[in-house]
């Protein structure tokens, strides 16, 4: 079977691509055949399709209003990515397509590209895009389900969700709307959450008509599902280090509760010259370690070596790979009770879950962790480890989508005859 993946970016830069990635290995382990489909970009892994790919967009850096505009009309339907993708399955001709992140920089314009060859398509939804014009479903810091409980993008335009921007929140609506006029969303045979928190939103919002199932994500291929042999006593916050993480409540947590086990914050983003200040200022210098950027080999020891991993999520949160892969090595997690990490971790069993935007809950949490005596953090440990092999094994995942890819495939083939 050949399949092409589809992603914005190609090359390592969330959760999306170690999926994505992950994706790409797994299924050639079992001989099938991988290309793909991207935006081109200088940090991009080589690849053999890349002449294939789509023209770059920033929407992030300092723009003329003339670039805004052209990069707004982007978003709303690339021709160039249509037109390229047309190419490439005219010239691979691919059995069935797996798209991951695709709004904004490539479209769904692929969508109707796709269906003129009687394609079957899947997609994961790593974020809400499909079902908010923000992607968070976050307005001015806070979460927001309006607009998919009202069926109405109104609340959006009222509360100016996209960056506090009237217009790129005017532009983020015209693309749903556009999409909900072409009936996108109908034309993708099937779509897989990796968390139920994000299935319950695509069935309250209504946007399809096909099947919307929740498979938790898998860990990568190779994955060591094994308890840590040198645990330390620190606590370990890894990812991007923004506002809707938490990590602002977390420093205020860990500061009430006065604690004498250091707290790790691994990693970098916009939040963390900030991070820096209040640390400082509140005399944490010497307890709150920031390490900057890690990965490979240097994150897995942070991660192996820690007491509990944290992530007190104040948006709704998918299926994150930090925790998946934390719970792996055996790792007791504190999480908040935002969007899919109450899934994940079982308060009492494998962890703790706090109140997202509450440093009084999040203290509680770290106390209670520190308060566990060998034998109970010994067995939260084993329970975390179980549920990593129980819902993250990759070949468990493979026999579903496999079977998922052969009975699209089979439709489509039924539909052409």
Known sequence: MKILLVNKYHYIKGGSETYHFGLAKLLESHGHEVIYFSMADEKNYPCEQEKYFVNNVDFNGHLSAFAKLKAG???????????????????????IVHINLAHRHITLSIVNAI???????????????????????????????????????????QQKCVKNSGMQTMLGVVEAKNYERLHTYDKIDFYICPSD???????????????????????PLGTEYKMSENTK??????????????????????????????????????????????????????????????SGD?????????????????????????????????????????????????DGVSGFICEPNNPESLCECLKKMNALSPDEYKKMSCAALEKAKRDCDCEKYYEKLIKCYEQLIKKAKEKKQ
């Not at 690339?78 to 190419?87: E, G, N, R, T, V």
């Not at 998946?324 to 790792?331: P, Q, R, T, V, Y």
């Open 233 to 294: 006593d620190y606590f370990l916050f890894f990812g991007r280090l923004s506002v809707e993480k938490g990590i602002m409540s977390l420093v205020k947590a860990y500061e009430l509760g006065g604690f004498e086990n250091p707290l790790y914050l691994v990693g970098d983003g916009p939040l963390r010259e900030e991070l820096e200040d209040y640390v400082k200022t509140h005399n944490l210098s010497e307890k709150v370690i920031f390490t900057g950027f890690q």
């Open 73 to 95: 009309f982007h978003a709303l339907y690339c021709f160039d990515a249509k037109k390229k993708i047309s190419k490439l399955i005219e010239d691979e001709k691919p059995d």
């Open 115 to 157: 269906k003129k060859y009687n394609i079957p398509i899947v997609f994961t939804a790593h974020d809400l895009n499909c079902v908010c014009p923000s992607h968070t479903m976050l307005s001015n810091g806070k979460v927001c389900d309006r607009c998919v409980v009202e069926h109405s993008y109104k609340p959006a335009l």
């Open 298 to 346: 240097s994150l897995k020891k942070y991660v192996s070596e820690a007491k509990c991993v944290i992530l007190p999520s104040e948006w709704y949160e998918n299926g994150p790979y930090s925790i998946l892969e934390a719970l792996a090595s055996g790792k007791p997690a504190i999480v908040s009770s935002y969007g899919g990490l109450p899934e994940i971790v079982e």
């Open 197 to 219: 928190f994000y299935r319950r939103q695509f069935e309250i919002s209504e946007i399809t008509k096909s099947p919307v199932v929740h498979w938790v994500n898998f860990l």
